[in-house]
């Protein structure tokens, strides 16, 4: 593939599979050139957050990019006209404006369902990229216009009678209502906590993704009043300060007893995506995972989608992390759970690294430190099933864990 400049614009031409096509070169997520991504077959992966477009027609095939990529006219390429489709009927009720709803949502049309869509929330907003609640304070873009809304039927309502229902609420905290407690869940939980930390000492209990993620505009805003406290301990320890950050659980307790195969669950007509669902992972043989993550999110509503038409797919997609700290990017794909050993490329000293999650002899995840597009090459192989050996890993530094 080849970047070219058309106008002010860049397109990137491919070819593949003996067929040539002409595309935007902007990833539809955050902009990333796709010239520096991952191709393999039809598949293009974004060297930034995973991402995956098909190069022949443009279209999402992996998240957290929601919108295709525009697809120009080639002289060579053969245009086939795809025969007309039955709409489908009926009514599709989704409740919040999260990553699966509006994925689910868009899927749906894409599928020619022709019946009405509900999305039932508390927002007053239409939906936005949650995932920069936890970065600077900035104004937070709608993913589509109300007028993209009002023109596929996508509706807001209160109350409805339903043929099919998707939940993707989210999570939920005992005491969240409390006074000085706040969930950082909308754009205005973002201005309040941002504002709390104003002048405040700060604690952040835990490392999880989020947790660091927003502690990381503090440090540049607040410096030396942000405090990191890992481990609680029993010797009755005592931290000052004003405003503390704490990691949440996700409200599955719905759902426990569920069977989500497509994203189904035990509840005749009801589908879940989102925080709240825990579904089978094909890469991890199938364990049932429960995955906090906007891109993943965005697959459950995908799945959800297909299902909902009676088009049995299952949940293959990758898990695909990441995040910029302290200007250095980070990117994780796969599911880690149970490793035994790790393979290295390159150096912590540098700060520009690959590491390689190994279980019985596969590779089963990969993390990097400002080493793009390394992440989503492995991605690329473990979301099409072809396994990555520890004997290819053997270029590499391979260190056990308990070493």
């Not at 490392?207 to 009043?225: E, H, I, Q, R």
Request: with cysteine; glycine share 6%; proline share 3%.
């Amino acid at each position: 593939m080849m970047e070219v400049e058309v106008g002010r614009q860049t397109v990137l031409l491919a070819r593949t599979e003996g067929k040539y096509s002409a595309i935007g070169n902007q990833c539809t997520h955050y902009g990333a050139p796709l010239s520096q991504g991952v191709l393999s077959g039809h598949r293009l992966y974004c060297p930034w957050h995973g991402s995956c477009f098909n190069v022949l027609t443009g279209d999402v095939e992996e998240f957290p990019g929601m919108d295709c990529l525009p697809c120009h006219k080639v002289q060579s390429l053969t245009i086939e006209v795809s025969e007309s489709h039955h709409y489908a009927v009926g009514r599709r009720l989704f409740v919040s404006t999260g990553a699966a709803s509006l994925s689910c949502a868009e899927i749906l049309r894409q599928e020619h369902f022709g019946g009405r869509i509900i999305i039932v929330t508390k927002d007053d907003l239409l939906p936005y990229d949650k995932t920069r609640l936890s970065k600077v304070q900035q104004k937070l873009p709608s993913l589509s216009s109300l007028a993209c809304y009002n023109q596929c039927e996508v509706y807001h309502l209160l109350t409805y009678t339903l043929s099919l229902l998707l939940l993707a609420k989210g999570l939920d905290v005992p005491g969240r209502k409390l006074k000085n407690v706040m969930m950082l869940e909308t754009p205005e939980d973002a201005r309040r906590i941002h504002s709390a930390c104003v002048g405040a000492n700060v604690v952040v209990v835990g490392t999880s993704f989020v947790a660091v993620c927003y502690a990381d505009p503090l440090t540049t805003s607040f410096n030396d009043n942000l405090l990191f406290f890992s481990s609680i301990r029993t010797n009755k320890q005592f931290l000052w300060c004003h405003t503390v950050y704490v990691h949440t659980v996700t409200a599955t307790h719905l759902l426990f007893s569920s069977d989500l195969q497509f994203m189904r669950t035990n509840v005749p007509d009801v589908f879940c995506g989102g925080d709240l669902a825990i579904f089978p992972l094909v890469m991890a043989k199938n364990h049932l995972v429960n995955i906090g993550h906007w891109q993943m999110a965005q697959a459950h509503g995908r799945i959800a989608a297909l299902n909902m038409m009676n088009n049995a797919t299952e949940l293959a997609s990758v898990p695909f992390y990441w995040t910029v700290l302290l200007g250095k990017t980070i990117r994780y794909a796969g599911h880690g759970e149970g490793y035994t050993e790790i393979a290295i490329k390159g150096t912590f000293e540098e700060q520009k690294f690959l590491v390689l999650y190994i279980k019985e002899d596969v590779v089963i995840a990969a993390a990097s430190l400002n080493y793009d597009p390394a992440v989503s090459a492995v991605a690329e192989r473990l979301v099409t099933g072809r396994v990555i050996t520890k004997k290819e890993a053997q270029y590499v530094t391979i260190k056990s864990v308990s070493s």
